[in-house]
């Protein structure tokens, strides 16, 4: 198989499954991980860790602080007037020491006012107060006290109220505005009013009238109370290094108390918040949480409304902190999980490289050993012995059907081997036969043409023997007759009975060759040498036509045994055809020989010319009666003949023959004992 289908263009061999192999390993570190570390990352956030929830539980915590205080508060002057040194305070002297008390009192729980209130709106006897006036009464905290419940809630006192309680208080609590951009334009310069923790308790007075006690805290500018709202919101190390917990108090959208600093360390007093905000606390009643720009930095920032005793929202609630190093960690966060990540990766894929090779390596052995087997090289194996895993096992059973392929190959080629030598010997016999066919045929064949000649010459000769011995017989009356006279005529007599014996021969000859058993006349022994002397003369006149020189070599000793006749008719009859065959003139060789054929003893004698020749066509046909290349002049019977009277003696007749360069026959007689 061509190496492209092993090893496809550029190929992919193997290529594919490792890289496949390696996708499936890899895709959980590479692709799941990091969606899972995203995913959760992303989902640990929302749940606890991002800067808005933690913004949320922050503001919580500033919450509950700010409604612990004003349950304190409550709580402090319940106790109060539940005490007995302050019925005794009230009562003693006609309450000659109350004051005393009271402001003894107000310091000790950190009060910036404390004092009894009658139903009837006047206020006690001046205690702890600075300034004098009357004193509002329609807050509900009074009302709620007066009808026998304590209440605390935080409320807006405007510059008088403030100024009736305290001038101190009216001018603790005054504020310069500060511009402020993105804040809702105003015209204000400055923030009088004040924010404070309004607290009241129902008390008994010893006149039986109903009284209560009144004390509050102004926010404004107290920044005790907004530090302590601050370290408690964002103790140590609850904030990424670099971010600022802050803490503020706006009486509507005004800084009233706060640790946001202004430059220069300067506390943010007076600013006011953005517009935005205000517009969803203020407003829509509404906890903001996002990050807001406050003052003069991004603060992830959580505020919410504070409302009064009248349920008016008058004011807000903030926490928060800078965002740039929550967003710095978060980024730090997700580097240093991303570089983990990579170097996990980096880690482990060389890890797995090496794990996946040692897969690969079999299976690119036994992609070689195929590819070889396709190539022709049915000994490759991939010589994997360890098959203690799946691939090692898929391997050594790769080799056993190898091995087994292999086998099968052998038995295969073995068996076309047989198969081809079996045809191929078949193949021979048939050609023998075929030959053996043929030569049977064409023995067949001449046979037939002979035993035919024979019947037809045995009754033209036997038609022609009839006249003869009647033109014999009158012959001889003739003379008789003639007498003496017959002298005159000796010549022509003679003339007549030679020409009738000639006749007679030639007739006793044909019938010699038709039916040789018939006519076949005795045996004698002979030399050679001497037949063929006695052939010569009688072509003499043949030879003398064309110049051809004739050379004899009689070396045979032995002498043959053959009717003397037939032996000269075979001699004439191969010297007549070399002497045609050398019209321009040659020579003619004659030979003879002793010569042991196939044990036997016997005597050759050759007939060579230096004729014309013979072609191969020719040549496989001279033998046959009546083949003749000479048309008119010659019958085509003289080589069958000589054949067949050479062959009856147990000899052989044969020939070779070179086209223009001469023949030379070759007869050969066994010996006579
Ligand atoms: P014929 O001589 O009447 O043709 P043969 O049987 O004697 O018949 O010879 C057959 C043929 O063999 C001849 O016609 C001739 O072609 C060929 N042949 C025989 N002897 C020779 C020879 N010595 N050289 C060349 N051709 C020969
Ligand atoms: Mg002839």
């Known amino acids: 198989m061509p190496e492209a289908e092993t090893h496809e263009p550029g190929l992919r061999r193997g290529r594919s ?21 995203v995913a959760t990352m992303a989902r640990w956030e929302t749940v606890r860790c991002s800067p808005d929830s933690k913004v949320n539980a922050d503001l919580t915590i500033a919450h509950q602080y700010l409604a612990r205080i004003l349950e304190n508060t409550g709580e402090h002057l319940s106790a109060l007037t539940g005490s007995v040194a302050f019925r005794e305070a009230a009562t003693r002297d006609g309450g000659a020491g109350l004051a005393a008390y009271l402001e003894e009192n107000r310091t000790r729980l950190g009060l910036d ?22 004193l509002r009464t329609d807050w509900p905290v009074f009302d709620a006290a007066l009808a026998g419940e304590p209440k605390t809630a935080i409320d807006i006192f405007s510059q008088q109220e403030l100024a009736a309680v305290s001038p101190e208080l009216a001018a603790r609590a005054k504020l310069e505005l500060v511009p402020t951009p993105n804040a809702v334009p105003t015209d204000r310069a400055s923030e009088t009013r004040g924010m404070v923790v309004h607290s009241a308790s129902p008390a008994s007075l010893p006149d039986g009238k109903d009284a209560a006690l009144v004390g509050g805290v ?66 829509e009643g509404r906890v903001w949480l996002d990050s807001a720009f406050v003052v003069n930095d991004w603060y992830v920032s959580a505020y919410e409304p504070i409302s009064d005793s009248f349920g008016r929202r008058i004011g807000m609630l903030y926490v928060g902190f800078l965002e740039a190093p929550f967003a710095r960690a978060k980024t730090e966060t997700i580097i240093g999980i991303v570089v983990a990540f990579l170097l996990v990766t980096a880690a482990s894929v060389p890890i797995f490289l090496r794990w ?60 076309n081997d047989e198969l081809n030598d079996r045809v191929a010997e078949h193949t021979r016999e048939l050609e023998l036969a075929n030959r053996q066919l043929e030569a049977t045929t064409k023995q067949l064949v001449m046979s037939e043409k002979l035993a035919a000649i024979g019947e037809i010459t045995a009754g033209v000769a036997h038609e022609i023997n009839n006249p ?39 007739v006793t000859k044909l019938l010699q060759f038709a ?17 063929i002397s006695d052939c010569l003369p009688l072509v003499q006149h043949l030879l003398g036509k064309a110049d051809i020189e004739i050379e004899r070599d009689d070396g045979a000793t032995r002498q043959v045994l053959m009717n003397r006749t037939e032996l000269q008719q075979v001699l004439i009859n191969l010297i007549v055809n070399a002497i045609h065959a050398m019209p321009d003139g040659g020579t003619l060789r004659l030979v003879s020989r002793d010569e042991t054929r196939d044990g036997h003893d016997g005597i050759r004698v050759d007939v060579e010319d ?14 046959d009666p009546f ?44 010996e006579a004992n």
């Open 17 to 37: 499954i490792r890289y496949r192999l390696l996708a499936i390993a890899l895709l959980p570190t590479l692709v799941i991980l990091p969606l899972l570390l």
């Open 113 to 134: 006012f404390l004092f009894l209130v009658r139903r009837d709106g006047v206020a006690t006897e001046p205690v702890g107060l600075a300034g004098q006036g009357r």
């Open 356 to 415: 996946a090779r040692a897969i690969f390596k079999p299976l690119e052995r036994m992609t070689g050993t195929i590819a070889k087997v396709e190539q022709g090289d049915l000994g490759a194996r991939s010589g994997l012995t360890d098959g203690s895993d799946e691939i090692g096992r898929v391997a050594v059973h790769l080799d056993s059907l190898l091995d087994q392929l292999q086998q099968r190959d052998r038995d295969l080629r073995r068996w």
């Open 515 to 531: 039916k040789p058993e018939e006519y076949a006349g005795y045996v004698e022994r002979h030399h050679v040498a001497g037949v």
């Open 627 to 670: 083949f003749t290349t000479k048309r008119r002049q010659g019958t085509g019977l003289g080589l069958s003949i000589s054949q067949t009277l050479v062959r009856r003696q147990g000899g052989a007749l044969t020939v070779e023959s070179e086209p223009g360069k001469g023949t030379s026959f070759s007869i050969w007689l066994p």
């Open 610 to 623: 230096t004729g014309i020749g013979m072609t191969s066509d020719v040549l496989a046909r001279i033998f």
């Open 218 to 283: 102004l926010l404004n500018q107290n920044l005790v109370f907004i530090d302590t709202i601050n370290d408690l919101v964002y103790r140590a190390a609850s904030l990424p290094e670099g971010s600022q917990g802050t803490a503020t108090l706006f009486l509507e959208d005004v800084r009233i108390s706060t640790n946001v600093r202004l430059f220069e360390g300067k506390r943010a007093l007076g600013t006011r918040v953005s517009a935005a905000v205000r517009q969803t606390v203020l407003d």
């Open 468 to 506: 003869i011995a009647v033109m014999q017989g009158n012959l001889d009356v003739v003379r008789s007759v003639l007498g003496d006279r017959a002298n005159d005529l000796s010549t022509e007599l003679r003339l007549i009975d030679e020409q009738i014996h000639r006749v007679s021969q030639i």
